[in-house]
């Protein structure tokens, strides 16, 4: 008896909610469907539904547990309501009904529009039902975007979330109305800055009222959002200085409605590519001010001249990136101070962690950046002066070594992969000629399955292994030609940071101001 996996999919232009979790559409696909194995005594595996997916999307999550399960050997059937069903995308079609399926022993079958993948028929019409289902994608993808651009000009809000301090209109979705319970904080905000405290304060008073962050808030309130930045990391939960400078550079809050800052690369790639700020979309009093102009107008001017101080800053320290904090893994960030003629003065490092407003890693001073690089110049001359002692250089061809011995083992593990593809095909061939029954065929087919995914996995360890004690022994070459020319460093630059380290990790200072520095040497 074959194994049936049930796949059902309705994208979002037509899902039509019908008060259950399921769409009615959804529901009538899975009962046709079940229908069609009761008829036929086949067995149903599992049921896999997309609700809400373009059949253009890859990431499709059901989707893609039904195509781990088919490589599996779990299925035998994959069945459909029709062929655009399974996917719009001429691409994904030949990649799986025509190919990996054949390979799998998978069968496809669409009831509606009969196609079947052991029908000689169907391999006819099948590039040009999918060339037409891709074309009807395309249609529609040019004519959401045609609505929504109209709906921008029109002052309309097409956001799925209201910026913190506003909320979406229950009697109108496209329009925004201040949310009484965060409008007070957006104004509160921007008020700090404008008097002269800085990013840090004003999160530090946010943090310490207890006040949630906006992602924190939107969860409270039941809304789906989800903000990567806030999900991760020792910030989770509070307010960061990142939080604020979005809300301080965000002209929503002045009754302008800004929009189309990003658009999908294309129907079939839904990653966002964003657009250059004077081609925004912009409509002046869409919906009520948080802010009164002059707050904005004396914020930006602060935000802008405070961006001209820090195009200097850009300059690139010799160990920018370099840096991170022994307690909390996160990098130390730069704190750049100038004198009076606006050069550098002074710069130090503090964990990111703190930096940023969290205030929740231990790690709290900051280290000057020169005292850092003169320990590290320190260390690196005692290593040159240990190599210089000899009159000459000799570095170990350990490297080469390494890599004769992991290609003996790479030759090895792609020979059992090979014969372990070759036993497949030829068990698939001996069940299509009847030497093998079908439930021997998907045991051996799990067991081979299983073997050759794990061989997959070591070819990659050993060639990963490879391509690292390559880079090691190219680092060597260098290091010695580099070591070679020079007997004393007297400045850390940046290509003497780049040949010789790969971190460095600062902890706390002790009760006597000292720190632990560990310094992790690409040597």
């Known amino acids: 008896m074959p194994k049936v996996a049930i796949y059902c999919r309705l994208s979002i232009e037509d899902r039509d909610k019908s008060g259950s979790d399921d769409s009615a559409s959804i529901q009538n696909q899975k009962s046709m469907l079940r229908d069609y194995c009761r008829e036929r005594d086949w067995e149903i595996y599992d049921i896999y539904v997309d609700d809400g997916y373009s059949g253009i999307d890859r990431s499709r999550p059901e989707f893609n547990r039904m195509l781990r399960d088919c490589e599996a050997g779990h299925i035998d059937i994959v069945l459909c309501k029709d062929q655009s069903r399974f996917s719009r995308d001429t691409v994904v079609i030949e990649q799986f009904i025509n190919d990996r399926f054949l390979e799998w022993g998978v069968r496809f079958i669409g009831v509606a529009d ?20 891709e074309m009807y994608v395309k249609d ?29 209109d229950p009697e109108d979705k496209h329009h925004l109305i201040i949310d009484s319970e965060t409008a007070p904080v957006i104004r509160m905000i921007f008020e700090m800055y404008v ?18 962050s906006p992602t924190e808030y939107k969860r409270q309130k039941g809304s789906k ?36 800052k990003s658009h999908h690369i294309s129907y079939k790639n839904k990653k ?67 004198n009076k003629a606006k050069t550098i003065k002074y710069y130090g490092l503090q964990c990111a962690t703190y930096k940023t407003g969290a205030m929740n890693c231990p790690n709290t001073k900051t280290i000057s950046g020169l005292v850092l690089e003169k320990h590290i110049l320190d260390e690196l001359n005692s290593i040159v002066e240990q190599f210089c002692q000899t009159d000459e250089i000799v570095l170990s061809d350990i490297h080469s070594e390494q890599i004769k011995e992991l290609e003996r083992k790479l030759n090895l593990l792609e020979e059992r992969h090979r014969t372990a593809k070759e036993r497949l095909v030829k068990m698939y061939k001996d069940k299509l000629d009847g030497i093998v029954s079908d439930e021997d065929y998907a045991l051996f087919r799990q067991s081979l399955s299983a073997e050759e995914e794990r061989l997959s996995e070591q070819i990659a360890e050993v060639n990963q292994q490879i391509a690292d004690c390559r880079k090691r022994q190219e680092n060597t070459d260098g290091q010695k030609a580099l070591i070679e020319r020079y007997t004393h460093f007297d400045t850390l630059d940046r290509t003497v940071a780049d040949e010789f380290i790969e971190l460095v990790e600062v902890g706390m200072p002790d009760e006597n101001g000292q720190r632990e520095i560990h310094i992790h040497w690409k040597i």
Not at 303 to 325: D, T
Request: some cysteine; proline content about 2%; aromatic content about 10%.
């Open 114 to 133: 009969n196609a079947d993948s052991e029908s000689e028929s169907y391999s006819t019409m099948r590039l040009f039902t999918s060339a037409y289902n």
């Open 140 to 168: 529609i993808s040019s004519k959401i975007r045609r609505t929504l651009a109209y709906k921008r000009e029109q002052g309309q809000f097409i956001g799925s979330f209201a910026p913190y301090g506003y909320q979406i």
């Open 195 to 212: 008097s002269g405290e800085g990013y840090r304060k004003i999160v530090q008073k946010l943090n310490q009222e207890g006040i949630v």
């Open 225 to 260: 959002y989800a903000n990567s930045y806030a999900e991760s990391g020792n910030a989770k939960g509070l307010w960061t200085q990142s939080t604020i400078a979005r809300i301080l550079a965000n002209e929503m809050y002045t009754g302008t409605l800004v929009q189309g």
């Open 272 to 338: 966002r590519k964003k657009v250059e700020q004077e081609d925004w979309v912009r409509i002046p009093g869409a919906h009520e001010a948080v802010i009164d102009a002059e707050t904005w107008e004396r914020s930006q001017e602060r935000l802008n001249s405070h961006a001209r101080v820090g195009k200097r800053s850009q300059e690139l320290s010799p160990l920018s990136g370099k840096v991170r904090c022994a307690c909390c893994g996160r990098p130390m960030k730069r704190n750049v101070y100038y």
